[in-house]
């Protein structure tokens, strides 16, 4: 069998920059060790894989390395430029079932690559995790973190961290005797939590407002170019917790990584009743070619 599959950067405006995701066209049935090792292959952090849906234009589902996850941002704005690039959406709106929900997505078509602009779901904001276990986690001081970090999903759930400075997050590495006591603390195995998503107020470049990273164990790779999910759930937090002055901003992430990327936020409802987070960027095909199984 062969599977069409498109590598497309997402949350940049040119070819390697932003995070990279393999699409593979008419592969939802695909067994999910199949997936998963087709992940392995790549050396991306996340592929998705397309299929017909009942409830929505096209169903996505999403695979890390080791796992199927319910949702994922970078992926989604390469899964709708992939579409767009192939004719496959002929308006400027399209619905994706996901394992999060229905996702809908708009496509603002200004030039030869448009703008492509997500609406997760309502956040869901878990329970804080004690400052000192993120901090032995993430290689750093009580200090260094500005705030209570606590579990934020708005379809995959982050640990949101927010540090005091950029030094603070250029700093960060990951412990792995404190990853396991940070895996404990957030069980996890069964909340699906992912590594502490790490943010400092004021943007790498001027253009911004937030810098991130997220760093990663394996079999992932070190460090993902840019979060799409966890920009969403960032953005929920600060707007939740009065921590930025508007619900529009820029956040970017990967320029330390030499693939800068960038995304435009837009949060939802006012900050006691947020009803999603609007997540928006452009993607680069920059491969294509066929899965042969």
Known sequence: MAYAFDWVDAFTDRPFGGNGCAVVHGAAGLDDATCMAFVRETSLVECTFLGPSEVADVKVRYFLASREIPFAGHPTIATVAS????????????????????VAVTI???????????????????AEVPAAIVAKAIGLALEDIA??????????????????????????????????????AVRAEETGVMEPYLVALGGATSAGDTFARLLMEPPLPAED??????????????????????????????????????ARVEVLGPPEAITGVQVGGQGRIVMRGELLL
């Open 83 to 102: 579409l767009v690039d192939r004719g496959l959406v002929p308006g400027n709106s399209v619905t994706l079932e996901t394992g999060a929900g229905i």
């Open 108 to 126: 603002h078509r200004n030039g030869d690559f448009p703008f492509i602009e997500m609406t997760q779901v309502a956040p869901g904001f878990g």
């Open 147 to 184: 705030a209570p970090p606590q579990v934020v999903s708005t379809g995959l759930p982050f640990c949101i961290t927010l540090l005091k400075d950029h030094d603070a997050l250029r700093r960060a590495r990951l412990d792995p005797s404190g990853m396991v006591r940070f895996r404990a």
């Open 225 to 262: 170019p840019f979060t799409g999910s966890a920009t969403g759930a960032t953005a929920a937090w600060l707007w939740h917790h009065g921590l930025i002055a508007g619900p529009r901003y820029v956040a970017e992430q990967g320029h330390a990584m030499g693939r800068p990327g960038s």
